[in-house]
């Protein structure tokens, strides 16, 4: 009957869920990847501070004769040193659902904080216009959204296949494991059951969907805003102003590449296809580009490894996108359905 039916639909999208998860050629990769913008923001203010405290060792002449400027010890220094332990044992695979929350809520912080600063800046009637540090954390608020979600999946998988190995055990929705476990008799209370179940499996289908509608549109706003703004960058520039071949942001191809690729995304068309080019073109940008151990001043090498950490970071997200596709809000999905 109804209990039937809502068995059958659990185990379908469990099935669908669990092959999803398979398919994911190294699910540990997105978690390194996405982990190593994070150690390296961490990391960078402690770099900073380190190399502060060094200086702090050579004496300076002032009006009171030679004296250490020794750095303070600020409030954000703890923060930093909480994210980066964080982002470490999450790479590590130590804590990675704490882990992942936790960077999850980081980069969420940050967001609101940055979106709050433009309204704060639109109401006082002054223009301020989203810079690449807003655009950057937007595309890894995406990634988190989606590493987060796909690791919950992994994770419901799991329990998923434990429950079904187990003698006269329902299976549990996926997304949303069944807290009061069921019984393989029928009746009443088994109907209320399955159709509780069947209901979970379709909220878990919205927030899959949900999920990888945000994720995909939070991360193609970045090549949006990068590309258009360095194609006007470099086309409004003055006919006297020289151009520094070597400063890797003049490297104008992988920005148009993104930016071409980003429409597809967005519309959810040939996902799996743009989303795999677009990895190949971030990793490409990053070894060839954003060389960051090539630079021996501080401030320069970690500028160019920041964007380093982005290129890998969002090439984490997207390998989640070309593994489980675009979702239901995707044009994919429409043509499937006129088929």
């Known amino acids: 009957g109804l ?7 659990s185990d379908s999208a469990a099935a669908s869920y669990a092959r ?3 398919a994911i050629a190294s699910p540990h990769a997105t978690r390194v990847c996405v982990s190593l913008y994070f150690l390296h923001e961490g990391g960078q203010e402690l770099q900073l501070k380190w190399a502060q405290l060094s200086e702090s060792f050579v004496p300076v002449m002032t009006p009171f004769g030679w004296m250490r400027l020794v750095p303070p010890w600020e409030k954000g220094d703890a923060v930093d ?3 980066f332990a964080t982002a470490v044992c999450t790479a590590v695979n130590l804590i990675p659902d704490t882990g992942l929350v936790l960077l999850l809520v980081d980069v969420a912080t940050d967001v609101i904080d940055l979106l709050g600063q433009h309204a704060i800046a639109a109401l006082a009637g002054q223009q301020q216009p989203i810079n ?3 655009a950057k954390k937007v595309a890894l608020l995406g990634v ?5 979600y796909t690791r919950r999946v992994l994770v419901a998988a799991r329990a998923h296949a434990a429950a079904h190995s187990l003698p006269h055990s329902l299976p549990h929705s996926l997304t949303q494991p069944d807290a009061h476990g069921g019984s393989g008799g029928g009746g009443r209370g088994g109907e209320k059951g399955g159709g509780g179940s069947a209901q979970r499996v379709l909220r878990g289908e919205k927030l899959s969907a949900a999920a990888l509608l945000a994720g995909r549109l939070l ?3 970045l ?3 990068v590309g258009n703004f360095e194609l006007h960058r470099l086309n409004g520039a003055e006919p006297s102003f020289d151009i520094d071949p070597n400063d890797p942001h003049n490297v104008l191809w992988p920005k148009l590449v993104q930016l071409a690729l980003a429409v597809p995304l967005v519309m959810g068309l040939r996902t799996k296809a743009v989303s795999q ?3 190949v073109t971030l990793v490409l940008e990053a070894a060839s580009v954003w060389q960051f151990w090539r630079y021996e001043r501080l401030q320069t090498r970690l500028h160019v490894r920041e964007h380093f950490s982005v290129n890998v970071a969002v090439a984490g997200g997207l390998m989640l996108i070309r593994e489980m596709g675009g979702g239901r809000y995707t044009f994919d999905e429409l043509l499937k359905k006129a088929k």
């Open 3 to 9: 209990q039937a039916a809502a068995v059958a639909v």
């Open 20 to 22: 999803r998860a398979v």
């Open 81 to 83: 040193i909480v994210l």
């Open 132 to 134: 690449e540090l807003t």
């Open 144 to 148: 988190m959204i989606l590493t987060v």
């Open 219 to 221: 991360i193609a706003s």
């Open 223 to 225: 090549f949006v805003h």
């Open 277 to 279: 080019l677009l990895i």
